[in-house]
């Protein structure tokens, strides 16, 4: 398996606060992705990034910011979350050694917004 | 539009009973086309990746094929370990020197009943 950490696993936070989402790899991957996973939409792209302070938008990215400041850490941070935020976040990273970006994700993390 | 969709949405075989599943897609360049299974709770798992039309990748009782405008999942004699959600992924872009957008088919739901 590759080595992706999220954290937390599960969280539970009120409408308005700010919240945090982690990603840890160990696998020097230089590209990284953050996901959400919606029924009835599938997985949607939220932010990516291309290397060390090297970001981007997704499809969904309003209402979230990204940063990387070790090729090894990728964080997600919803600046003051919306109970439409409710979601399983996932994060991924790509080898862009290899001749596509088949991905690899961590295990998810399930934020729930009350 | 560019998009990936499956079919059909959830599938019900016995366990023995060979089957197939759909990804059709629509993208101006494809690079890759990718299939994953997704277990509840989980992260995506990286099953294949497969590049151009003829192409044929197989793992146990998976074997995947590519055409022009589709792929296929083929399942021979299923076990009930078999179950799970499986995502198609398409890569569509001109080259590695930027992201190359990769866009998620809302998956398959198979259940592989003993």
């Known amino acids: 398996d590759a080595g992706i950490t999220q954290s937390p696993r599960h969280k539970v936070t009120e409408t308005g606060t700010p919240v945090t989402l982690r990603c840890h790899q160990t696998e020097n991957h230089r590209y990284m992705y953050w996901y959400r996973q919606d029924p009835g939409h599938g997985l949607r792209l939220i932010h990516y990034s291309y290397g060390v302070k090297d970001t981007d938008k997704g499809e969904v990215s309003d209402g979230y910011s990204v940063s990387r400041s070790k090729t090894e850490d990728f964080l997600l941070t919803l600046e003051s979350a919306t109970s439409s935020q409710t979601s399983v976040y996932f994060c991924a990273i790509s080898d862009p050694g290899t001749d596509t970006y088949e991905q690899y994700f961590g295990p998810g993390t399930r934020l729930t917004v009350t | 539009e560019d998009q990936v969709t499956q079919s059909p949405e959830a599938l019900r075989l016995q366990e023995g009973e060979s089957s197939s599943l759909n990804c059709s897609y629509t993208v101006s360049g494809l690079r890759g086309l990718f299939w994953y299974r997704q277990d509840p709770g989980k992260g995506p798992e990286f099953l294949f990746t497969?590049?151009?039309a003829g192409e044929e990748k197989e793992k146990e009782r998976l074997k995947a094929t590519l055409t022009k405008k589709e792929s296929f999942l083929h399942i021979t004699a299923p076990k009930p370990e078999d179950s799970a959600t499986y995502l198609c992924?398409?890569?569509?872009?001109?080259?590695?020197?930027?992201?190359?957008?990769?866009?998620f088919g809302p998956g398959t739901s198979l259940s592989v009943i003993p």
């Open positions: 497969l590049y151009s």
């Open positions: 992924a398409v890569e569509e872009g001109m080259g590695k020197t930027s992201y190359d957008k990769v866009i």
